[in-house]
């Protein structure tokens, strides 16, 4: 029995789900999405204190990926200093139930590998 606020699962093909793991390929896709989902609007300055691993350069390539394929949006403001801002669209805010659905996947990976207290890590 189908739940109530439970969305049918549509059919796709191959190439459609392949178009759609493009989208999020890229090593800090997901991070920078994970960062977008916690607060609606983030500066470019908040995003990288946030990612200190990602190097400037890195960090506009997967944001103007993510804006080409519709999942973030960006806004320029017209002032000295420029001030960018992201956001989620709303294709960037229906990935949330399935990203949430991975966070919990690690979490449950990581808990079932984890040494139990007193056992010898090989």
Not at 15 to 43: C, D, M, N, T, Y
Request: proline share 7%; charged share 30%; glycine share 4%.
């Amino acid at each position: 029995m189908k739940k109530p606020n439970q969305l049918p699962i549509q059919p796709c093909s191959t190439q459609e789900l392949e178009e759609a793991l493009e989208v999020l390929e890229g090593r800090w896709k997901i991070l920078i999405l994970f960062h977008l989902f916690s607060a609606p609007v983030l500066r470019f300055s908040e995003l990288r204190r946030a990612m200190p691993g990602i190097s400037q350069k890195m960090l506009i390539q997967q944001l103007r990926d993510l804006e080409k394929d519709g999942v973030v949006h960006r806004k320029v403001y017209a002032e000295v200093p420029p001030k960018v801002e992201y956001m989620l669209t709303k294709d960037g805010a229906a990935l949330r139930p399935a990203l949430k659905a991975l966070k919990s996947w690690a979490y449950e990976r990581r808990s079932k590998n984890r040494p139990h207290r007193g056992a010898v890590a090989a």
